[in-house]
C-alpha cells in the first residue's frame, strides 16, 4: 500500500465542512468512478472511493452544480483520499454549495456515524503510517455526526414560548 503523506504543518489553513455529496472521478487513464465527498473547503475536499490514487498524482473531480475541479491527492489511506484544489473555490460557490446542504439528512448522519466506526476499526488494525490519519478521521466524523445530529433536533424541535 502507498504510504500516505502528511502536510509539512499538519494544520489546515480553512476549516472543512461535513457535506454529503455524490461526485464522479477521473484520472487521465482511467474512466469516470463514482466517489462521495464526506467533507469540504474552498481550498479541498475529502472522498470516499475505491480508486487506487497516487500521492501528488492529480484527478479531475465532478460534482453537481460545481464546475469540474482539477484536483491534487495529498494523501491516500485504505478508501478515504484528501484533495487539494488547483484554484481555491470563490467564496459565494462555496456559500451556494453549504446553502444546498444546510441541513444534512437523517441518512448523512448515519453515514458519517458509519465512516467514524469503520475508520476506528481500520486504525486498529492499520500499519503505523496509517493509523493518525485513520484516528483523525473517525474523530471528526464523529464530532460532525453528533453536531450536525443536534443541530438537526435544533431545528426539528418547536420553539419554546416566552412567558
Do not use: Y
Not at 454529503?20 to 465527498?37: E, F, H, N
Not at 478508501?79 to 473555490?89: I, R
Not at 470563490?90 to 469503520?118: G, T
Not at 481500520?122 to 471528526?140: G, P, W
Amino acid at each position: 500500500m502507498a504510504q500516505p503523506q502528511k502536510r509539512p504543518d499538519e494544520r489546515r489553513r480553512v476549516e472543512r465542512i461535513a457535506l454529503r455529496l455524490t461526485a464522479t472521478m477521473r484520472d487521465g487513464t482511467r474512466s469516470r468512478v463514482k466517489v462521495r465527498v464526506i467533507d469540504m473547503s474552498i481550498r479541498g475536499c475529502r472522498i470516499e472511493c475505491s480508486s487506487n490514487l497516487a500521492v501528488d498524482s492529480w484527478i479531475w473531480l465532478s460534482i453537481a452544480g460545481l464546475e469540474t475541479q482539477f484536483c491534487r491527492v495529498v494523501w491516500h489511506c485504505q478508501e478515504f483520499v484528501g484533495l487539494e484544489f488547483e484554484k481555491p473555490l470563490s467564496d459565494a460557490v462555496f456559500e451556494r454549495l453549504l446553502a444546498d446542504q444546510q441541513q444534512l439528512p437523517e441518512a448523512a448522519i448515519r453515514d458519517l456515524r458509519d465512516i467514524a466506526s469503520r475508520t476506528h476499526w481500520l486504525a486498529r488494525k492499520a500499519e503505523d503510517s496509517d493509523i493518525a490519519i485513520l484516528a483523525e478521521l473517525s474523530r471528526r466524523c464523529a464530532v460532525d455526526a453528533v453536531v450536525e445530529g443536534l443541530r438537526r433536533g435544533e431545528k426539528s424541535a418547536p420553539a419554546k414560548k416566552k412567558s
